[in-house]
Structure formats: structure tokens, C-alpha cells
């Protein structure tokens, strides 16, 4: 079974960086699409940003593109995602996900303060 396991969140103040990471464990992930998707409080989870499995074409959100990139090292089994100029509306539970599978991780929180 597949397990996914964020880590990399925190506190920062608005216009700060974080970087993500997802590792995932039980198999290899290589061969599949990977996702970040976020949930801050009291609203729905969306969709942060994707990359595929072999070109490694990426997808981002309007509200991150410029700031977000997304990647992967499939020889680590992980996925990242690197955040820049953060801003006070990026403050949500930024959660992994394996679209094919439905697998997803247990969320790392990231709170940005103004």
C-alpha cells in the first residue's frame, strides 16, 4: 500500500519561501501523476498545482502561477513543491495527492502571517 508523507510546512511572514516535500513509500511512484491540493479553514480543498509522470508537464492553479513550481525526483520517490512570495491567502493544509490511485498524504500545515 501506498503512503504518502508530507513534511516542509511552517510559519512565514508574507512574501516569504517554503518548500514542500512528499515522500512517497510501498512503491514506486514514478509512473504516475502526482498532485499538491490545499484546504485553508472553513473552505473546499482545490487544486494547487500537478506535474506528470514521464514529460514531467506541470499544471499550476491561476491564484500560484509565477510563484509555485512543482517537481520530482522519481529516483527519491518524491515530489516538491517550492512556494514563493507567499501571501496570507496561501495559509491552508497543502496535502499530496495520487490522482490514479486516490492515494492522499496527511497534509502539512503552512501558515503565512501579513
Not at 3 to 22: D, I, K, M
Not at 71 to 81: E, F, G, H, P, Q
Not at 84 to 101: H, N, Q, V
Request: proline share 3%; net charge positive.
Amino acid at each position: 500500500q501506498v503512503q504518502l508523507v508530507e513534511s516542509g510546512g511552517g510559519a512565514v511572514e508574507t512574501g516569504g519561501s517554503l518548500r514542500l516535500s512528499c515522500a512517497a513509500s510501498g512503491r514506486s511512484f514514478s509512473t504516475y501523476d502526482m498532485a499538491w491540493y490545499r484546504q485553508a479553514p472553513g473552505k473546499e480543498r482545490e487544486f494547487v498545482a500537478s506535474i506528470s509522470w514521464g514529460s514531467g508537464i506541470t499544471r499550476y492553479a491561476d491564484s500560484v502561477k509565477g510563484r509555485f513550481i512543482i517537481s520530482r525526483d522519481n529516483a527519491k520517490n518524491t515530489v516538491y513543491l517550492g512556494m514563493s512570495s507567499l501571501k496570507p491567502e496561501d495559509t491552508a493544509i497543502y496535502y499530496c495527492f495520487l490522482p490514479l490511485l486516490n492515494y492522499w498524504g496527511q497534509g502539512t500545515q503552512v501558515t503565512v502571517s501579513s
